[in-house]
């Protein structure tokens, strides 16, 4: 793009020695700003350093914040500032197409790339008495396509700035500024917040500085837009320890307002990576007493089951405490809900000590209701798999699995006793063998599978007793659900 561009500048004979690149300035007055050799008297004799002379925007917001500008200042001090090496070449050119140069102030602040600053002007800059000076009527195809350039500028300034912004390669605070205004208003802009986001990873201590004044006021807005929250995840990551205190601070100022954040589609994700992030035992306490309060409507919620699972992740058992104590106290109303099934079982995952005990207790007590639940069957079928809970599950479903095996959710929970509970496989057969309608279970849709179990993981007595009774209704081989037991020779052999 800059080369095309480029290409197109040196297509004008009266295009000046600076704007092709040349770099080499001749000064004839000390401390004058440098000037072209060849310049002619039309061009600008005097250019003063907008950082100096004029206290610029970014000063101005870091006198606001209480930021002392002296050190800034002193930055801008040199005779020869980078972006003023190509600014005497670039106004000449402007004046040349018949560019209004009352908007001089602004392209001295440009970083000295030629096509930023003229994407810069006004738009009215563009077009003097409706038309573009120096343009002759046999324009070349580039020439009008960068036309059409001015054009889109005019029709929409805000996505052309955005286009050339793109195109600058080392853009800093004091350009991103000079677009948008404040930190504030570039962070909830798309384009604006992404380089944000890039002067922050590279932790200049002062651009990191001014971004988080700028941020600090507003991090519960921000933390809720759809653009600004990837700029709180970036600065939470990248703060230290007293920043991030005054972020959680901030977003703990009033009650349920950090569970109000948690529960929104973007804020989730800046509570989460602020999870991740604490380390101190203050700002942990301030996560938790701020979450404590709405445990069951976070954990029921699209979003906000994804901050207890963050909180079981990357916190302690005992900072978790509230939660798994939470989790026992309303066990089947948790486990029972689509996304509560989900938290509980990360519950029993990350829990040690009494209260994982209690907890799995408490689960194997409902296990008869929760296996028939569409939900509450999956924690049931976790518990099992982990090889918790057996004794007290065994005994809630003993007496049961004929039903059980016979419903969509819990013939799964008869198939995993029979699987991961060795010491359940004779009950659960002898109770299914003893049915009187029997070929009811082979036909079943759900039985079938249950009946499929048994006889490739029972042995001995039992798996024979069930094999002899299939056998019987040898007639039922052509059902649809009875085939696979008659088909597979290895399931009745004996």
Known sequence: MFEEKKKFMDDFEFLPDELRGRTSYSTDVQGAPPTCASAPSSSLTSISNPFVNQPSRLCQNLSKMGISDDEERSIFTASHPPFLDNLHGCSRFVRRLGVSSHRQSLTQSSHGDNSLMLGLLAPEDYYPNHHIGGFAENTSRRNRDYYHLFEEQQQNPRRHISKCMKEALSPDLVSVLGIYGSVYLTAKDQMGCRFLQKLMEERSFLDVMVIF??????????????????????????????????????????????????????????????????????????????????????????????????????????????????????????????????????????????????????????????????????????????????????????????????????????????????????????????????????????????????????????????????????????????????????????
Do not use: W
């Open 213 to 494: 004044r700028g941020l600090i006021n507003h991090v519960i807005e921000l933390g809720m837009d759809q653009f600004g929250n990837f700029l709180i995840q970036k600065l939470i990551l990248i703060s230290n320890e007293e920043q991030r205190t005054k972020i959680l601070i901030n977003l703990t100022s009033t009650p349920a307002l950090l569970i109000e954040i948690s529960l929104h589609n973007y804020g989730t994700r800046v509570v989460q990576k602020l999870i991740e992030t604490v380390r101190t035992k203050t700002e942990i306490n301030l996560v938790t007493l701020a979450l404590k309060p709405g445990l069951l409507s976070l954990v029921r919620d699209l979003n906000g089951n994804h901050i207890i699972q963050s909180c079981l992740k990357f916190l302690s058992p005992e900072d978790n405490k509230f939660i798994l104590e939470g989790a026992t106290r309303f066990c089947v109303t948790i486990a029972t809900h689509k996304h509560g099934c989900c938290v509980l079982q990360h519950c029993v995952k990350y829990s040690v000590g009494a209260e994982r005990e209690n907890l799995i207790a408490e689960i194997a007590r409902n296990s008869l209701h929760l296996a028939q639940d569409p939900f509450g069957n999956y924690v049931v079928q976790y518990i099992i798999e982990q090889n918790l809970g057996g004794v007290n599950v065994m005994f809630e479903l003993k007496g049961n699995y004929v039903k059980l095996a016979t419903q969509k959710f819990s013939s799964h929970v008869v198939e995993k006793c029979l699987i991961h509970y060795p010491e359940s496989r004779s009950q659960i057969v002898r109770e299914l063998v003893s049915v009187p309608n029997f070929e009811r279970l082979l036909q079943d849709p759900f039985a079938n599978y249950v009946i499929q179990s048994a006889l490739s993981k029972t042995k001995g007595y039992v798996r024979a007793s069930l094999v002899d009774k299939v056998r019987t209704f040898g007639n039922l081989k052509m059902n649809p659900y009875c085939k696979r037991i008659f088909s597979n020779s290895r399931h009745l052999r004996k």
